[in-house]
């Protein structure tokens, strides 16, 4: 069987560019005792995958979960026909061995097997997690998310209105402002390309979150993140998952934003970087992924996305995350 | 009685200069049922009290505790002659209700008044809390202090010695360097004014730091905090007590930390922020205090301090935590 695969041809300097990347095509082994063959279904772009670059070397198959569809089996528990989740990389088929692999439980009708990979998957989780462990939340508690119209954004916008909480989104466009407040229920969005600077940042939040903010989903870095702790009450908490506007820096040491010890210290809040993965293994018993695939079922959360089609658009999806042109999560499909 | 204070005259802008502050006299009431009269024997001077005159107003007496004998009562919880402490700030004398005093308890032999105001009291309750509360510093971990050479730092590195645990610190003057390594039984210490840049700074951490870091204790500030946040391990705890760097700044959009969302998200780890007298009001039985006091009467900590001698020599005294001439509390003895 051949695979086609794409690999890193020269790690990227700044914003990524095409010419850093190619496509190429690989026969694979024969499967031994306990492993499998898949084909790939969709393969999953996030930004995290950025930072993984960072530790790739030329010629290493670009990092990535994918969900697919067993082809050919000599593990028992991954029979001919399986969905699964692995982290395969960007390739149309892989050999994998069986603990490598997770099961996707069993979907109610009419929910796409791309919610492996987004809502029901690692994004999806990373807001359930971080919302409700990191962040802790408590009903009547006010959350801000920023990047809130991104695959992570628009869950935990949705879970803490499930919740019984008040919700501000920020996102890059109008468009993504109207669908964040009339589908998805936020009570406050705004668009922050219109905010001209940090100042009116700050009294854009206090206008919309006149009782301060409980619990911000940081997704992004740069200054905002100043202005936001300063909106914050006493004992608030940072749920600290990304921070894309630095993704794509070559200095790490260019500042980006200024001190936070004042508002750390005088409210005492913290801030806790996390990922959803981490969490997911600690949570042995699945309970994350269980109530929210109870929420899907009841109809109570919903799943924008945005679908790339081929594999060899893999890299423009990608780059589609640092451009904010998607709401929700963004996939190929393949 | 009349009583001399030191009065804000105009709020400080960037550096507080000494036409910002003067002394005044004033005549004080006659005792009301409750109330104490106290006569300042020592003044505490901390660089919070920076943040503080942002919310004063010309003609406030300066912010700050005292450690005070009680020279006239009609309150018998308080008699003639009992040691208290109280946030009366810069004043040689006052008028106290007993709701705003803190009995200072019976000190071992030799030991001075004046740490109800240091080791004793605010700030080395700061790096008890800190570092065992905030940071839940274990057996075996490595910790880096920057300021050590500071009121909270020095307890932090003796605190981290009788836990069992290597500690690393950072002071500006090769002398505090010496003193914290061959007095107070610091591991390893730096002067970090002689480190030229950034990279340096994170191989002199790598260096002295080898398995990494577990806990930050983080009084500073600064594009350095950054590059501690690459040293540490998974799961770190920083406990952010201070960021005496960007007190002085006019504009706290200045950036002056670069973003820290990777290290904090790949690594899980946890920044929060909080002041000893948070912690010391969840302590109801001061067992943080009883706990320090045991280990003072068994010889088990050291307590450097420069006292400035002279209620007139207060502005002087609070001017020197900025330079960091001096090692350990400073206080201002009447």
């Not at 930004?47 to 000599?74: C, H, T």
């Not at 940090?198 to 619990?215: C, N, S, W, Y």
């Not at 914050?232 to 010890?261: E, H, Q, W």
Request: proline share 5%.
């Amino acid at each position: 069987m051949k695979a086609k695969q794409w690999v890193l041809k020269k790690q990227f300097q700044g914003n990524p560019k095409s010419s850093d990347v190619g496509i190429k095509e690989i026969s694979l082994p024969n499967l031994k005792d306990g492993e499998v063959m898949i084909e790939c279904l969709a393969i999953s772009v996030d930004p995290y995958q950025r930072l993984f670059v960072k530790n790739a070397k030329p010629g290493d198959v670009m990092y990535g979960e994918q969900v697919a569809k067993v082809i050919e089996s000599k593990n028992a528990d991954y029979p001919v026909g399986a969905h699964v989740t692995t982290f395969a990389g960007w390739t149309t088929h892989a050999v994998v061995p069986g603990d490598k692999l997770v099961k996707v439980p069993e979907y109610p009708p009419d929910v796409p097997i791309g919610l492996a990979l987004g809502l029901l998957g690692m994004t999806g989780l990373t807001a359930y997690y971080g919302l409700l462990k990191v962040g802790e939340l408590k009903e009547g508690e006010t959350v801000y998310v920023n990047a809130a119209a991104g695959a992570v954004g628009t869950v935990v916008g949705q879970l803490a209105k499930l919740k019984g909480c008040k919700v501000i989104g920020s996102a890059g466009s109008d468009d993504k402002v109207k669908y964040l407040k009339t589908e998805l229920g936020f009570d406050e969005a705004f668009n922050y390309k219109t905010i001209p600077d940090m100042p009116t940042f700050e009294q854009t939040l206090k206008r919309l979150a006149p009782k301060g903010i409980d619990v911000f989903f940081e997704n992004v870095g740069g200054l905002a993140f100043r202005a936001v702790l300063d909106q914050m009450n006493v004992d608030g908490r940072v749920a600290l998952c990304g921070a894309i506007s630095s993704y794509n820096s070559t200095d790490k040491f260019t500042p980006s934003i200024p001190s936070i010890g004042e508002p750390m210290t005088m409210k005492g809040l913290r801030i806790t970087g996390f990922t959803g993965w981490a969490y997911s293994a600690k949570d042995k018993n699945n309970d994350g992924l269980k109530e929210m695939i109870k929420w899907v079922q009841e109809d109570k959360l919903k799943y924008p996305g945005h679908n790339f089609k081929g594999f060899e658009n893999c890299f423009k999806a990608f780059l589609s995350l640092f451009t904010g042109d998607n709401i929700g999560k963004v996939l190929v499909t393949i």
